[in-house]
T-cell receptor
Framework: QQQVKQSPQSLIVQKGGISIINCAYE??????FPWYQQFPGKGPALLIAIRPDVSEKKEGRFTISFNKSAKQFSLHIMDSQPGDSATYFC????????????FGKGTHLIIQP | DAGVIQSPRHEVTEMGQEVTLRCKPI?????LFWYRQTMMRGLELLIYFNNNVPIDDSGMPEDRFSAKMPNASFSTLKIQPSEPRDSAVYFCASGSWSRGGADTQYFGPGTRLTVL
């Protein structure tokens, strides 16, 4: 499996601010790019996902930006709330997601009230 | 739906013992994945099945690990013999990419394995 690089490792944002997490991938066969949210003691839960035929996808306060030529994608959390404090993982897969996910190392996000 | 069910939730065993982790996927899902999460290596895909058939087991760390899916509603991950470095949280996920499927993976709550 090719690597997915995620940054930063940790992030502190004030309530109401914008949280931005970045990922880069190598394998051009990847065609599905999800973001997962994980709380302590829980399994990862899908937050939002994008396919390479679009450059941006927005769901509520969460937006994925995708740059196919640069092989990069990012998660933006608008109006960040204390309840958003969690670990966020980017991932990538081929086969539309059916081939198994290659995960980034995760970003520990803390939203300060 | 109850979601992906894993058992046990916690397992503590001694080095050399056999460990069996169990997973019940979401009904109707035709893909099942096993992942391992550690601080050092993060989340890693171990193996996945499609229609109960193993498709890619290249992530299985060594011969001590084996996985089976005898039917569409049950899978096991077995470690024999277990070693302290196997200590991790093991996740099962399921999904469906057939017509009308959600085209994504749903994760279970995980099994925290500690090998002493």
């Amino acid at each position: 499996q090719q690597q997915v690089k995620q940054s930063p490792q940790s992030l502190i944002v004030q309530k109401g601010g914008i949280s931005i997490i970045n990922c880069a991938y190598e394998n051009t066969a990847f065609d599905y790019f999800p973001w997962y949210q994980q709380f302590p003691g829980k399994g990862p839960a899908l937050l939002i996902a994008i396919r390479p035929d679009v450059s941006e996808k927005k769901e509520g306060r969460f937006t994925i930006s995708f740059n196919k030529s640069a092989k990069q994608f990012s998660l933006h959390i608008m109006d960040s709330q204390p309840g958003d404090s969690a670990t966020y993982f980017c991932a990538a897969s081929s086969g539309g997601g059916a081939d198994g996910l290659t995960f980034g190392k995760g970003t520990h996000l803390i939203i300060q009230p | 739906d109850a979601g992906v069910i894993q058992s046990p939730r916690h397992e503590v065993t001694e080095m050399g013992q056999e460990v069996t982790l169990r997973c019940k996927p979401i009904s109707g899902h035709d893909y099942l994945f096993w992942y391992r999460q550690t601080m050092m290596r993060g989340l890693e895909l171990l193996i996945y099945f499609n229609n109960n058939v193993p498709i890619d087991d290249s992530g299985m760390p060594e011969d001590r690990f084996s996985a089976k899916m005898p039917n569409a509603s049950f899978s096991t991950l077995k470690i024999q013999p277990s070693e302290p470095r196997d200590s991790a949280v093991y996740f099962c996920a399921s999904g469906s990419w057939s017509r009308g499927g959600a085209d994504t993976q749903y994760f279970g709550p995980g099994t925290r394995l500690t090998v002493l």
